[in-house]
């Protein structure tokens, strides 16, 4: 090896360092403390420019990957929602111009893709998301940015930002009526079957609290990984722990094998129900008849009678793409893009301080397929009915509880005296 | 230590129920070109194998003192024990240098292996010499004839200073002019150290062996110069039905 | 008694539909040194086709066992479409089948997740595999039992092919000599196909035995490739006696460990107790006298 | 097993190709991209890093590691609970509040409290994982298909682990939502560019390394393990050594990629280490070119790239390109696109496929009976 070479070497290493070390003081921002002086929280301006006839709007959701199962359907749906609000002549008389983003699954790619949609594509506000990982994701993001993000699935609760509105259930609107159901059904051994991650885990959390308040006692509780269906090992527990009632809280595909596996171990809707959370008129007909007669609470069901659900079910029958069926995800996904267009309709523009200060002065509401729902300015999720629904043959829900009013959405539970104080604070404190 | 003998003692070698080498015994000296002979399945790679530690053997094989069954191939590596294969193997994607420097790199310390190679070792060099392949440093060794390939494996053990060369089929493929090349450089270098050839060449044989050990289904069934082989009747009676085979040889043919 | 019954009955038929879903990997990768990655793809493809046959045959008491050699062939097209195309210009690179094949297998998760609705297929599990078998105090449910038989009539089919049919004898001298079996007039490519077909068959067949178990959708595939792999690692290569017990140890391993621990501590369990083990086995539980791979 | 090239070019041309690379990315591309865009090229730096180690563990060292999300784990999570008790000050992490509020911090958290501490973790870690795994594996002498398969099992069971400990890891939601890094403000644009920097500084370190490497005589060492290792045992090398080093070298660089992943992606969850991000890896390097010097950084970089524009405008689409991808590159370009100029005629090349030499297979053959 020549002298030159190596030399030319070392120098190219410590030239590569040297740039390095050089870039990266000149590159030095703000430090912890001086975040005010610096600007460090506080976002870029907005380049959003509605100036045109059109409004964009982005929507991210995973439509590869194992999410896609899912989350297709909704993807689906906020586009006919939008072919809907255009042809009634779009949001402030601008047409909605839409983005579509694959968050494949990978919540990275979902951060990435919100900063892009907000700093790239300059959109007004985010639609999408399915996983409770996927909005923490977006979480940050849109928080820095300054944007907005409508996330439409029922979630764990204890949770809210300036930037996020929440239209599917908070645990309030799901958990606690299907808990408040099976305390009416006189059920006394509970056993609590989830999928191994955040949703599961805390909605089972607070199914205990509320348990020991209702007087239920949890006979058992089992988690199986996400991506795996076979729950033979963990259904041989239940049968064992003889419960009166399964709180389901497992979420999608291995859904099917828990029922199967239920199915074949001989447990019967007739005797040990199952209440679900997870399981809506999408998800009933891959597990076919064995799944009939049990229980699923929601907010929306296909089968609720009110004055705009015959509407929303017939476009989205006739809408291509579609699956045939709604259900409460979609439906919820639904009233996010109807809930923005009100929104900015009251403050009058799309800015996201004007649309959160008219959330926080006005009472916007919306005539939903699952009734007349009402945005609470301060937290950013909406009123819901609490339905508890039976499968018939058909895969559709027969209902058969109703919650006497619609429910207020309540993320930090703060209306429930059985949910540790000390708990809420150290989670309020934590969120910041 | 150059007077270190290779002294092999009852070798057995079993495949799980096969015995392919049953209690062989012989030895080697420095100077002498030994060549170890028999007919398919006789066990002569089998006893080359676990001499240096490829296949589990018991008995005993020893360099000078040194006990070379039950050590790991490496380390019999380096107690100056190298061997070829019968068909040439070398880096294909490696220059002929770069062969050889790896050979001769065993001592190295960890560090200085992350340095970049600077000049020809004067052992690399004295071994290009030898095996005449000289002209051929930067030639990537894929691209190398037959007979050159065989040539750089002898000269990686040259480099790699191994006391006993154990050498399999060395000369199969190759042309007249090449087994002739090839005889000669076996000669030079067993001057100094212990060579043992396994071999179905018996022409190629009779040329360069100093002494033979004919195997047969894994068991010794003569022993001494090609002459005492040669008059031997049990080694005629053998080879009577394959005479051709022995006669011709047989090159690029798989054993066992 | 029942703590110790049910895991074992129950893990006895986990490890038979791992057992189903690693012998076609035993013979495409035991026997041919191709590593397939779409194999759990190829085991979609069978629960899909046991959908579409129940769809033309709506008797779920008939249409499960016309889909099981529906599901064979189905699949086994399938592979013998991926080694035509692909895999028989690979024979040489053991370790690249396995990327090509990885690459196979996302395109047809993706092809099936738009084909089918996203949310997968029901495929009904036939009137006769409903009830339980009472044994020692643990009701055992039959379709743990049906999997468990039709585990075992698949590998008794496979061994006495491979064992008494003279395409059995030629795979097998195939494998133990690939050259000589061509000089002895064994046309090598016919075999490689034919492996290669029955062994994504094979998976097709575990398709419709992991229908009835799970959901039939286009991720289903992915939860087996990683375990069958390490059954068949663990076994021994080329071993059906090994696959077969390592096949149930893991099945029986899983279910105790989920009935001691969590389902997800199981999972993890299981992998690392394989993966000891091949540490300190790494020929797996036989060893077979031939080429070591790669 | 095809044997990619590895006589490459002369080294001043690689070295001023990696001079050239480091002016790109370190002084062009912070002028040039939008602050999303250059936050997208950390990212692609990121898995360059890992690529690289992929690079030399498997275009050099022939050991196709499929679970190279283990030690991106160790650095990311490293880096991540630093972040997050940064970020949580003397607060408990709030993901950890609701299923044990009294319960104190996990004690394994504690250590990461100190920066220090962290910066030695996302070094150590790996390199005492891959060097126990690795000596254990190749001492073992399991290789090939089996060690791709260990590997990846290894990845997806600690992906499972990590989703079913939400208390200790957080679970499949990860880790996410960091205000400070090492005391700077993350959200702040200007910090953002200096975390740019580091990254693409390191993928530039990990470039010269690896260059360096192959370069020396170890490198010519581990290719030689690679194509024979039972000739390189017989030359008196162990070649599990050489290959613990190559694959220690390797897990270092992913444990590196993931602990800079963390603060510009902002969030690390169980999915960036399992099965598919594990193998989106090998895509890159397997693209690029798996046994050259840029080929895996290029490569991963282009994955990246393809994911996020390619994947935007036409999803299903991206993963099709992304399946065929493997398939013909893996088929028709076993080292990838970085040896598509010596695939032009007029550039000669030695034999390009060359099969098993016999007597290794026989070799081999030995080795299993015994």
Same mark, same amino acid.
């Given at each position: ?61 995973? @439509? ?125 051994? @509970? ?22 308040? @209702? ?28 419960? /009166? ?82 259900? /409460? ?20 523009? !799309? ?14 509401? !919306? ?51 059985? !949910? ?13 | ?91 294909? $994607? ?59 494996? =002898? ?13 399999? $089929? ?23 150290? =212990? ?62 | ?171 097998? *001298? ?74 149930? *140890? ?45 | ?32 991209? %939008? ?82 501490? %962290? ?49 200790? %890891? ?54 030689? %393990? ?13 070649? +599990? ?29 169980? +999915?960036?280490?399992?099965?598919? +991000? ?93």
């Amino acid at each position: 090896m020549s002298t030159i070479s190596k030399r030319l070497r070392s120098l190219t290493a410590m030239g590569a360092i040297g740039t390095t070390v050089a870039l990266v003081l000149a590159g030095c921002g703000a430090r912890a403390g001086d975040e005010a002086a610096a600007g460090g929280t506080s976002a870029a301006p907005s380049c959003v420019d509605t100036s045109g006839s059109a409004v964009k709007l982005g929507f991210l959701n995973s @439509l590869t990957g194992g999410m896609a199962i899912s989350e297709k359907t909704v993807s689906n749906v906020l586009h006919m929602a939008a072919d809907e609000i255009n042809a009634g002549g779009g949001i402030l008389g601008k047409k909605i111009e839409y983005v579509q983003e694959d968050g494949a699954t990978d919540w990275p790619t979902f951060a990435e893709k919100t900063e892009k949609l907000l700093t790239q594509d300059c959109v007004a506000a985010i639609f999408g998301g399915w996983t409770s990982s996927s909005r923490k994701a977006v979480k940050p993001v849109v928080e820095k940015h300054n944007g907005l993000f409508f996330y439409p699935v029922q979630y764990e609760g204890l949770e809210s930002s300036p930037n996020i509105y929440y239209t599917g259930a908070t645990t309030n609107q799901q958990i606690i009526p299907a808990m408040d159901f099976l305390k009416a059904q006189g059920v006394k051994r @509970l056993f609590l079957a989830g999928s191994d991650y955040v949703f599961p885990r805390t909605a089972n959390a607070i199914i205990k609290l509320y348990a020991a308040k @209702l007087g239920i006692e949890i006979v058992g509780e089992e988690y199986v990984p996400l991506d795996k269906d076979d729950w033979t090992s963990q259904v041989a527990k239940i049968v064992a722990a003889k419960p /009166d009632f399964i709180f389901n809280t497992i979420n999608g595909s291995s859904n099917v094998g828990f029922v199967k596996a239920y199915y074949d171990a001989g447990l019967k809707a007739e005797t040990t129900p199952i209440i679900s959370v997870s399981i809506a008129e999408e998800e009933a007909p891959a597990m076919g008849h064995e799944v009939t007669g049990q229980y699923a609470s929601w907010n929306y069901f296909q089968s609720l009678k009110t004055p705009t659900n015959p509407k929303f079910i017939e476009s989205w029958k006739a809408y291509p793409n579609s699956s045939g069926v709604t259900s /409460d995800p979609m439906e919820a996904a639904y009233i996010s893009l109807y809930l923005y267009k009100a929104l900015v309709e009251a403050a009058g523009s !799309f800015d996201v301080d004007a649309v959160n200060a008219a959330a926080k002065k006005n009472a916007i509401t !919306f005539d939903a397929p699952e009734g007349k729902v009402t945005l609470d300015g301060e937290n950013h999720h909406i009123s819901k009915p609490g339905h508890i629904g039976k499968i018939n043959s058909s895969n559709q829900f027969d209902i058969v509880w109703a919650s006497d009013k619609f429910i207020e959405p309540d993320p930090y539970l703060e209306g429930y005296d059985w !949910f540790p104080a000390d708990i809420r604070k150290q989670l309020v404190d934590a969120a910041g | 230590m150059t007077d270190a003998s290779l002294v092999v003692t009852d070798l057995r070698v079993e495949f799980s129920g096969f015995v392919a080498v049953g209690g062989v015994s012989f030895d080697a000296h420095p100077g002498e070109v030994r060549f170890l002979i028999g007919p398919n399945g006789a066990g002569k790679t089998t006893c080359i194998d676990a001499i240096t530690g490829l296949a589990k053997g018991t008995g005993s094989a020893r360099l000078g003192e040194k006990e070379l069954l039950g050590k790991q191939v490496h380390k019999i590596v380096r107690l100056g024990v190298g061997r070829t294969f019968q068909t040439a193997s070398v880096f294909d $994607e490696l220059t002929v240098l770069q062969n050889l420097d790896i050979a001769a790199g065993r001592h190295r310390s960890a560090l200085s292996l992350l340095r970049t190679r600077r000049g020809v070792d004067p052992s690399i060099e004295q071994a290009l010499e030898e095996t005449g392949l000289a002209g051929e440093l930067t030639t990537p060794a894929g691209i190398l004839s037959h007979g050159q390939k065989q040539w750089l494996e =002898i000269a990686m053990l040259l480099v790699q200073d191994a006391k006993v060369l154990l050498l399999d $089929e060395p000369v199969a493929g190759m042309s007249q002019d090449e087994r002739t090349a090839t005889g000669e450089l076996l000669r030079r270098i067993a001057a100094k150290r =212990i060579v043992l050839v396994v071999e179905h060449d018996m022409d190629f044989m009779r040329r360069y062996a100093t002494r033979v050990t004919v195997l047969h289904q894994g068991k010794v069934l003569s022993q001494g110069t090609v002459a005492d082989v040669q008059a031997d009747p049990k080694v005629q009676e053998v080879y009577l039905g394959t005479a051709d085979a022995i006669a011709v040889g047989t090159p690029n043919r798989k054993e066992d | 008694m029942d703590a110790l019954i049910a895991p074992l009955l129950n893990g006895s038929a986990q490890g038979a539909l791992l057992l189903l879903a690693a012998l076609g990997l035993s013979l495409t990768f035991g026997q041919m040194g191709v590593i397939n990655m779409a194999h759990g793809e190829f085991l979609m493809i069978g629960a899909f086709a046991a959908y579409l046959v129940q769809q033309v045959i709506t008797a779920s008491n008939l249409s499960i066992p016309v889909a099981l050699p529906v599901a064979f062939v189905v699949a086994g097209l399938f592979g013998l479409l991926l080694e035509v195309t692909i895999i028989q210009w690979m024979y040489r690179r053991p370790l690249d089948t396995l990327l090509v094949t990885v690459g196979v297998g996302l395109i047809l998760q993706q092809a099936a997740l738009q084909i089918f609705p996203s949310q997968g297929v029901p495929v009904e599990k036939p009137g006769w595999l409903d009830g339980q078998l009472n044994i020692l105090g643990y009701e055992w449910p039959l379709r743990q039992l049906f999997t468990i038989l039709l585990a075992s009539v698949c590998v008794a089919a496979l061994s006495a092919w491979l064992k008494y049919t003279s395409f059995g004898r030629r795979i097998r *001298a195939t494998v133990q000599n690939r050259d000589l079996a061509e000089t002895s007039g064994i046309s090598t490519r016919t075999i490689d196909r034919l492996t290669f077909f029955t062994g994504s068959g094979l998976a097709g067949v575990a398709g419709v035995a992991a229908s009835l178990i799970g959901g039939t959708n286009s991720q289903m595939g992915a939860q087996y490739i990683i375990p069958a792999f390490l059954v068949v690692a663990a076994g021994g290569i080329g071993q059906l006696k090994g696959t077969i017990i390592a096949a149930w *140890a893991v099945g029986v391993a899983l279910s105790y460990f989920a009935y001691w621990t969590t389902g997800s501590l199981a999972q993890v369990l299981a992998f690392i107790l394989v993966i000891v083990f091949l540490q300190l086995r790494p020929q797996g539980l036989f060893t077979v006298r031939t080429r070591s791979l790669a | 097993m095809t044997k990619p090239r590895t006589t490459g070019p002369k080294p001043w041309i690689s070295l001023s190709g990696i001079g050239v690379f480091a002016v790109l990315l370190l002084a062009v591309a912070p002028l040039v991209l %939008t602050d999303h865009w250059l936050n997208n090229l950390g990212k692609y730096c990121c898995w360059a890093i890992a690529a690289v180690g992929i690079g030399l563990a498997w275009g050099r060292g022939g050991m196709l590691v499929m679970g190279q999300g283990v030690f991106f784990a160790l650095g990311a999570y490293s880096m991540a609970m630093h972040l997050t008790l940064e970020t949580a000050g003397d607060r408990i992490p709030g993901f950890m509040v609701l299923y044990d509020p009294l319960a104190p911090l996990p004690m394994f958290w504690e250590p990461f409290r100190s920066a220090g501490f %962290t910066l030695l973790a996302i070094v150590l870690l790996p390199v005492v994982m891959a060097g126990i795994l690795g000596y254990a594996l190749f001492k073992r002498r399991v290789k090939g298909a089996y060690f791709a398969i260990l590997t990846q099992a290894l990845a997806v069971a600690l992906a499972t682990l990590i989703s079913s400990t939400i208390r200790e %890891t957080g679970g499949d939601t990860g880790l996410s939502d960091f205000k400070y890094f090492f005391g700077f403000v993350l959200n702040d644009p200007a910090n953002k560019v200096m975390v740019f920097l580091i990254a693409a500084g390191l993928l530039i370190v990990c470039l010269l390394a690896v260059w360096q490497l192959y370069r020396s005589r170890f490198g010519e060492l581990l290719v030689a %393990t690679r194509d024979a290792e039972e000739r390189v045992r017989f030359l008196g090398y162990d070649p +599990a050594n050489v290959k613990l080093v190559a694959f220690v070298v390797s897990a270092l660089m992913a444990s590196i990629a993931g602990a800079m992943f963390v603060p510009i992606v902002g969030i690390i969850t169980p +999915a960036e280490i399992g099965a598919a +991000a594990s193998i989106l890896m090998i895509a890159g390097v397997a693209f690029g070119g798996r046994a050259s010097l840029f080929g895996p950084a290029l490569g991963a970089m282009a994955v990246g790239w393809g994911q996020s524009s390619l994947g935007s405008t036409w999803p299903e689409g991206w993963t099709y390109i992304l399946g065929l991808l493997f398939i013909v590159v893996i088929l028709f370009l076993p080292n990838g696109l970085s040896s598509l100029p010596s695939r032009f005629p007029g550039r000669t090349r030695p034999k390009p496929d060359v099969p098993p030499t016999p007597a290794i297979a026989a070799a081999e053959l030995e080795e299993v009976r015994a």
